[in-house]
């Protein structure tokens, strides 16, 4: 019998093989699929396209929100403006109602108004196999040619800078599906706190983004998403073909992160994690970056730094140095296993 693959990410170096085999460019495509990469590049004249897509699998509440935010955050940490958005929307064939698609419809719209982007096109069906909808998005931005940034920009002695906490998306998604074991158990304004993770402290990273290419000249950023800031930090490392030391004690993470982590015996590094923006820059412009962050209200650490490849990526716990675990299946998805 063929080997099946678990719920998540394929791994990394499957994904890069495939990529090598079967990835098709021409002269026009700057940034092609590299793992590590948020989206890609292509050359539009004066101006370069940026593209992306992303699906929404785990969450079902809100899942509009989630399929707008999450493709621009990966728009913007190119450096690129979000600008055009389009939908596939595949509902389940024994649950879908008006009601449904009216509310999801809704999610998109608004969204798109808040980051004022066209919601301009897609595809809705109805589809069988599915017990939940499921929203497919591509974003559409734009930068000008000498503002790309690129996860590979990372360099050697760069400061690493994390925004907000992490596993914010997991809070939100946890709290929210997972609402009925938690009732009872936990008070209900805490679990109305965790489910509104999704807006405070928020999924978009667009505006921390932003804030950061206005005050320096930035290397490299990253949107962690499914594994984690791990995986994401080492999707980081492998496009720009460096090592790096990640301090534990440096994480941040918000005591209802923490809380819901314990409660369904998930590692928090390894847990789905929009919400958070991996930032590297040199280091004397590290502190004023952060500075402006705080300043706007959106907390900001430096968690580590780049170093060589050779190196490899490492996390120091209570002085003790070990190698970052790469989550390949996301510990979120052990919640939905029947």
């Not at 509009?64 to 509902?91: C, E, H, Q």
């Not at 190196?311 to 002085?319: A, H, P, S, T």
Request: hydrophobic share 45%; aromatic share 6%; charged share 25%.
């Amino acid at each position: 019998m063929a080997n099946t693959f678990p719920v998540g990410k394929l791994d990394m170096d499957y994904l890069a093989s495939l990529l090598d085999r079967y990835a098709y460019l021409n002269e026009r495509v700057v940034v092609g699929p590299r793992i590590g990469e948020d989206a890609t590049v292509i050359d539009f004249g004066e101006a370069y396209l940026v593209a992306k897509t992303d699906p929404i699998t785990f969450a079902t509440d809100e899942i509009g929100f989630y399929a707008i935010n999450v493709n621009a955050n990966d728009i913007v940490t190119m450096g690129a403006k979000p600008r055009w958005f389009l939908a596939t929307i595949l509902l389940p064939e024994s649950s879908a109602t008006e009601e449904m698609v009216e509310g999801i419809f809704s999610q998109l719209s608004s969204a798109c108004h808040q980051l004022g982007v066209s919601f301009c096109g897609g595809h809705t069906e109805v589809t069988y196999g599915l017990d939940r909808p499921i929203v497919v998005g591509q974003m559409l931005g734009e930068v000008e040619k000498g503002k790309l940034i690129t996860t590979s920009g990372a360099m050697v002695g760069d400061d690493i800078i994390l925004t907000k906490g992490i596993a914010i998306e997991a809070t939100s998604i946890l709290a929210r599906e997972m609402e009925d074991r938690l009732r009872g158990k936990y008070p209900s304004d805490l679990i109305e706190r965790c489910k509104g993770f999704l807006h405070d402290p928020g999924i978009s990273v667009v505006r921390e983004a932003e804030i950061a290419m206005e005050s320096a000249q930035i290397h490299a950023m990253h949107d962690p998403t499914e594994g984690g800031l791990a995986t994401g930090l080492h999707e980081l490392a492998r496009a720009a073909s460096v090592g790096m030391i990640v301090y534990r004690e440096r994480v941040p993470i918000l005591p209802e992160t923490s809380l819901l982590c314990q409660e369904f015996g998930l590692d928090p590094l390894g847990v789905i994690a929009s919400g958070s923006l991996i930032i590297a820059l040199a280091p004397q412009d590290s502190a004023k970056v952060v500075a402006k962050l705080r300043e706007a209200g959106i907390a900001a650490t430096v968690i580590g730094r780049v170093w060589e490849k050779e190196k490899g990526i490492k996390l120091e716990v209570d002085g003790e140095i070990e190698d970052l675990k790469c989550f390949v299946r996301d510990e979120i998805a052990r919640i939905f296993e029947v």
